[in-house]
C-alpha cells in the first residue's frame, strides 16, 4: 500500500484528507498536537495507521512522524497542511503583534520546511510528491490576512522553487477555497460560516491530482472536482 503523511489531521481538511486517503487503499502517518482528538478522528479509518501526537514545530516529532513512515514501507506522499492561522480577530498588518508574526512563520514556512526536507530524500528514492495546503490570502489582498497569508505566500514560493530543484518528485501547491472548518470559523468569530463547503467537497481533487499525476504547479482544488 502507498503511504502518506498528513499533518494537521485530527479536524477539518486534514481530516478529510485522511478519510479520503485511508478509503482509497493508502496506509497513513497523521500529526496532530492533540492526541485525543487526534486518536478519535482516525479510530475507524481502514488500512494502517499511525497517529503520532506531537508539535510540527519540534524536531524530535518531525522525526517521529518520518520514522512511523519507514516503519509502513516509507513515505510516497508529504500532505503539509497542519498551519496556524494568528490572532482572532484577525488584526491589520499596523497592529499585528511580532511575535504573533514568528509564530506564524515557524509553524506554517519553517516547520513544513524541516518536514519537507526531513521526507525528501525518500520520496526522490520513490518518485513521490508533495501537497502543501495554501490559501487565496497569498495571493490576494484581504483586510486582516496580512499575517497568514504572507506566511502561505512564502509557502508558495518555496513550492515553486522546490518544484524546479527536485524534478524526480510531483510538488503540487494547492488552494482549498473557502471551507467550514474550524480556522475559518476562528477568522470570522461570531459569523455564520455555514454557506462554505465542507473539506470533504474538495478531496476527490486531490485523488485527482494523485491519480493523474500532472506537472507540478499551483492548483485550486474546487476547480478540479
Do not use: C
Not at 504573533?100 to 524541516?114: H, K, Q, S, T
Request: net charge negative.
Amino acid at each position: 500500500m502507498p503511504v502518506a503523511i498528513i499533518t494537521g489531521a485530527s479536524r477539518g481538511l486534514g481530516q478529510a484528507l485522511a478519510a479520503g486517503l485511508a478509503d482509497n487503499g493508502w496506509d497513513l502517518v497523521l500529526d496532530a498536537r492533540g492526541g485525543a482528538a487526534l486518536a478519535e478522528s482516525a479510530a475507524d479509518l481502514p488500512g494502517s495507521i499511525r497517529t503520532v501526537p506531537g508539535d510540527i514545530t519540534d524536531a524530535g516529532h518531525r522525526a517521529d512522524l518520518l520514522a512511523a513512515a519507514d516503519a509502513l514501507g516509507g513515505a510516497t506522499l508529504l500532505i503539509n497542511n497542519a498551519g496556524a492561522l494568528g490572532p482572532s480577530p484577525l488584526p491589520k498588518l499596523a497592529d499585528l503583534p511580532l511575535d504573533a508574526a514568528r509564530e506564524l512563520f515557524e509553524v506554517n514556512v519553517l516547520a513544513l520546511l524541516a518536514l519537507t526536507q526531513l521526507v525528501l530524500p525518500g520520496l526522490r528514492e520513490r518518485s513521490g510528491s508533495i501537497i502543501n495546503i495554501t490559501s487565496d490570502a497569498a495571493v490576494e489582498a484581504y483586510e486582516g490576512w496580512g499575517g497568514y497569508g504572507a506566511s502561505k505566500a512564502a509557502v508558495e514560493q518555496l513550492s515553486n522553487v522546490l518544484s524546479a530543484e527536485e524534478p524526480d518528485v510531483r510538488v503540487w501547491w494547492t488552494d482549498p477555497g473557502d471551507l467550514r472548518t474550524q480556522m475559518h470559523q476562528d477568522a470570522f468569530p461570531g459569523e455564520d460560516i455555514g454557506d462554505r463547503p465542507l473539506p470533504a467537497t474538495v478531496v476527490p481533487a486531490v485523488l485527482k491530482l494523485l491519480a493523474e499525476q500532472p506537472e507540478s504547479g499551483r492548483y485550486q482544488l474546487p476547480k478540479l472536482t
